[in-house]
């Protein structure tokens, strides 16, 4: 009998993109919290085996399988087997993104398109697979990863900053149509957090680096491990009545306009 608001044991939880940053650091804090942990990826076998073992070695009961977001047919394929071969998806945590940092004007379509099907369709596809059983049990948990781009635009991500925003919007739709069933669909919105997705425009030296520093009330980058407590508490008992929501994990960039470089 689980005594804690927070307490996940009993709970299988599939987190796409999560052999690395923040899907991994997600994952792990879901599974310190007691679930089981499916860990998805696209990259490569090795890479979610690694991620697989780390958990295992760190007393987290952790499964991995490999499959493309975006491919319909292969997301239901795999759904059925993590189904049938671990257990009933009670918490699915869409984390798995990409992103193209080129101004709208030098972007290609396709380009483009690609950052659309795996940022917002592809949350779409996965949550289509998994709501079933949810609904069947009368229960369930979608965190969907959003961004500062679900608020916010900036030069060269406006492919990104359209599928995050659209992100944001469809968490909400997802709410409205699927909280009757007991089923609560939020999203979690990270600031600028220490990852290898960040890493390029995070070198020191970097002119990004300094103004992120600077934007950011709390006056540094995050640290993945700083969005585990949120992804717990919106896989748990203690978020039954929260729907609808972005929470954004930001150091406070969304509570503020900026301030001069010189200001304190
Ligand atoms: C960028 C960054 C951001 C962050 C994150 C912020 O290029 O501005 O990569 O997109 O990764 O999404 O919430």
């Known amino acids: 009998m689980s005594t804690s608001l927070f307490d996940l044991t009993g709970k299988i939880a599939l987190v796409t993109g999560a ?10 804090g879901i599974g310190r919290a007691g679930a089981k942990v499916i860990i998805n990826g696209n990259s490569s076998q090795q890479k979610i085996d690694n991620a697989v073992s780390e958990f295992i070695q760190e007393g987290i009961d952790a499964y991995g399988y490999r499959f493309d977001v975006t491919d319909e047919k292969s997301v239901m394929d ?8 671990v257990g009933p998806i009670d918490i699915l945590v869409n984390n798995a993104g990409i ?7 030098e972007m290609e379509v396709e380009d483009f398109e690609q950052v659309i099907n ?9 949550s289509k697979s998994v709501i079933k059983g949810m609904i069947a049990r009368k229960s369930g948990k979608i965190i969907n990863i959003c961004s500062m ?3 916010l635009g900036r030069n060269t991500v406006g492919a990104y900053a359209a599928a995050k925003g659209g992100l944001k919007m469809l968490t909400k739709n997802m709410c409205v149509e699927w909280a009757r069933h007991n089923i609560q669909v939020n999203g979690i919105g990270p600031g600028y957090f220490a990852t290898e997705q960040t890493k390029p425009i995070r070198v ?6 300094e103004f992120i520093v600077n934007r950011t009330p709390a006056g540094v980058w995050g640290e993945p491990d700083e969005l585990q407590g949120t992804a ?11 729907n609808g929501q972005i929470l954004y994990v930001d150091g406070g960039i969304l509570a503020t306009i900026g301030k001069p470089n010189n200001e304190v």
């Open 19 to 28: 052999t690395h940053g923040l899907g991994m650091a997600m994952a792990r």
């Open 78 to 85: 795999s759904v059925g087997k993590i189904e049938s071969e």
């Open 99 to 105: 992103i193209k940092r080129t101004p709208l004007t």
């Open 118 to 126: 795996v940022d917002l369709i592809s949350p779409f596809i996965v």
């Open 149 to 151: 781009m679900s608020e």
């Open 204 to 209: 020191d030296g970097n002119p990004f680096n």
């Open 232 to 242: 717990i508490f919106l896989s748990s008992k203690a978020s039954d009545f929260v």
